[in-house]
Structure formats: structure tokens, C-alpha cells
């Protein structure tokens, strides 16, 4: 089944919600009370109609293919039923792998989505297919937030609060079925309150929900590092309040979740000096220092054995981090439902920054793509190795 890349809500099997989206349409556009949560905005829509399933249809329903205004004539658009968006034309049939990014102000959300977007649209190569970015059904200009800054070399600004940012990737034809990649950037700042004014439910529909923790949030490990690394920005709020703010909105949802240690360049740094982590990330063998083996035949491929030995050496180094309370709220959390999860280190960057720019040498990023392939192995999308 697929889903609305905005929201996350399943594309009904039953009914199906389509509206005009001619400018020039003379029918009365109204507001519709459910859009501004979801996209942080208002937004009238011009006409609406909805197609239910005839009570004595018999088997898989689709909806129509086409609808047309009857005040205008022009074609219209296929939407969501609950947060109203448009969504794409072959919906029924195709499937959207829905990912959000989840952390603290400043833990790298926004540019790991540019830099994981680099790495997809490779792999998605590698696989035979092609990746276009479907700015129509997207809420944000990839071009302009994600991708001139990492290849500008600009820093990136705050993501604002507030306002739905949503980006929808074409995958192409992939294993059967049109596959679209959905990603959902959130600002740091809706997730370190308890009552963000946008509608965060869709933690709980999506596929993967990517939680980036970031090493320099903690005291000790930014003093070891004073004199290693440039001076960052002042962290955000503390991970475990905001995995707890993450897991209250995924509430009862059964979504995929990657915990992140994310920025792990900066650890990596600290082989090189005299603290308790030092040994742990001197040791040229273990899987934060080192990329999933590639496989040299056969095409792109997730590493089961690599993945397991990744998670359990990135447990151990979180609870090492003081992060014990992090790996007991996946492991054992309040609601008593254990999500399907495993622990990464990712560095999107590959190196701190100095102040407004990136990297002076460029990126050299880590791992980054590892929790993406996780859950597009889940999904058949990408073969075991
Ligand atoms: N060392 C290091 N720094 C990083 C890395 N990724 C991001 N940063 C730095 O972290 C800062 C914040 O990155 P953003 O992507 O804007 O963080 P965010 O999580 O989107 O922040 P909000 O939008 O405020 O929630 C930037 O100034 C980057 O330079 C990384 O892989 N390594
Ligand atoms: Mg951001
Ligand atoms: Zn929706
Ligand atoms: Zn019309």
C-alpha cells in the first residue's frame, strides 16, 4: 500500500479525494480546518470532489484515472484524503518509502538529507533506474535548501519551525513497482518542545524514522575535543528529551528507527587522543572507523552481517557516551512496544566545520547512507549482500 508523502497516511483502498489546481479556476477556493497543521500554512482549495468505493464492488478497487472541474474543465489532481496535499497520479500502484529525520537543534538533519540525496541518486544509478526530484508534490526547493549549500560550500541556515518541509523523490522502476523515496526535514526546534503547532502523527506512518544523536551535545566529549576540531555552534536540547518527544509522537506506530550516532567524525578525531573513547576508535578494525564492505559484483547491496556488527558496536560506544538511557528507551520503552530498530554512526560531512562554511577540503561523508539501505532492504527495494 502506499502512502501520502506529506503526511504519511495511507492511500485509501476504499475512497479517494481529488481537487482543482487551476489558478485560474473561477469556482470559491475554501480553507479546510486539517490543512494548516499539517502544512504549517493555510491553504484554500479551489474545487473538491471525493470517489467512494461502490458499496457492491467486488475485489482491489482503484479510483479513476482522470476527474475533470466542472467549473473550469481542467484536469484534476489526486490528493490526499487527510492532509489534503496533492500526491502523484500513479499512487495506487507504485510505492512511497517514507522517511523522517529526527534530532536536536544542529544534529546535522538537514544536511545529511542533502548528502543522502547525493548518495540515492548514485545508487539509484547503480540500480539501473533514475532519480528525479518531483518539486510539484515537494515542499521545499531541494535545489535551494539542500543541494547548492553542500555544493557551495555554504552553511545551512536553522531549519524554521513550524512549517512542513517534505521532499519527494522518483526512484524510477525498481524490483516491480514505481518506488518514490519521501523525506521529511523537521526543525529541531519543534521537536525540543512538548507542543510544536505543526502535526507531527506522521513520526508514527512512516517507514523509517532516522533519530541523529549528536556526541558534541555531550560536555565531556566537546572538552576532549576543544583544541581537535574547530568551535561549533552551542548544541541543542538533550537527546534523550528528544527521543522522548520522538517516541511520544510515534505513539502506538510500528515505524523502522535508526538511531544515529551522528557527526561520528568527530569521535573519530579522538583516536588520536588521550580519552576513554580513544582506544575504541584507534582500533582500525571496528565498524566506526571503516565503510560496509562494497560488493564488487552484482550491484548495490545491504550487509546484514555488517549492519548487525555496526548496531552492536555503535550500542556499546552509546552506553560508554552516557547513553544508556538513550539504548534502554528503544530497548525497553514505556509503551512496551519494541520498535524494529538498530544503531548507526553517520557523518554527513566527514569533518567539522569551521564556523559558516563546510569542510575547507569538502565532504567526505561516512556511512551516511547505511540507514537508507536498511529500510529499502526491508522493502525489497535493494538486495542482501
Ligand atoms: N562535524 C560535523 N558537523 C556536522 C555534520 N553534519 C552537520 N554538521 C554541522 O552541524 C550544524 C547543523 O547542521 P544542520 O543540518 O543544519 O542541523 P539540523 O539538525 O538540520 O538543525 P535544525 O534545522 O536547527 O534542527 C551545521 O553547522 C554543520 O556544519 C557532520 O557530519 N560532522
Ligand atoms: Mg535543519
Ligand atoms: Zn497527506
Ligand atoms: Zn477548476
Known sequence: ?????????????????????????????????????????????????????????????TPRLEQHCTKCGAHM???????QQPIPKDIDTSDVICVALTGARATGKSVSIGVMRLFVEKLV???????????RYSQTDESKEYLDQILTGKAYPATPPGIARSLLYSLGQLNGKHRYLAFRDIAGEDLEKSDSSLNLSFLGRADLVIFLFDPLAIRSI????????????EPGQDPQRVLGTVLKHISNGRPHLAVCLAKVDALQALGEQNSPLSPVFANAGTTL???????????????QADGLLLSEEVRSTLMLLNGTSIVNMVENPATKVVLPHRFFATSALGAAADGELLPDHGITPFRVLDPLLWILNEKGVVPSA
Open 222 to 233: 566537546r572538552d576532549a575535543l576543544e583544541s581537535v576540531i574547530p568551535r561549533q555552534g
Open 1 to 61: 500500500m502506499s502512502k501520502c508523502p506529506l503526511c504519511f497516511t495511507d492511500v485509501g483502498t476504499v475512497e479517494a479525494s481529488w481537487q482543482c489546481v487551476n489558478r485560474d479556476c473561477a469556482s470559491e477556493a475554501t480553507e479546510h480546518p486539517a490543512v494548516k497543521a499539517y502544512l504549517g500554512r493555510e491553504m484554500k482549495i479551489k474545487q473538491r470532489r471525493r470517489e467512494v468505493r461502490p458499496k457492491d464492488h467486488r475485489g482491489p478497487w
Open 125 to 135: 544509478e547503480e540500480l539501473r533506474s533514475a532519480l528525479t526530484f518531483e518539486s
Open 77 to 83: 489532481e489526486r490528493s490526499c484524503l487527510v492532509c
Open 289 to 303: 572507523v571503516r565503510e560496509a564492505p562494497k560488493r564488487t559484483i552484482g550491484g548495490p547491496a545491504y550487509d
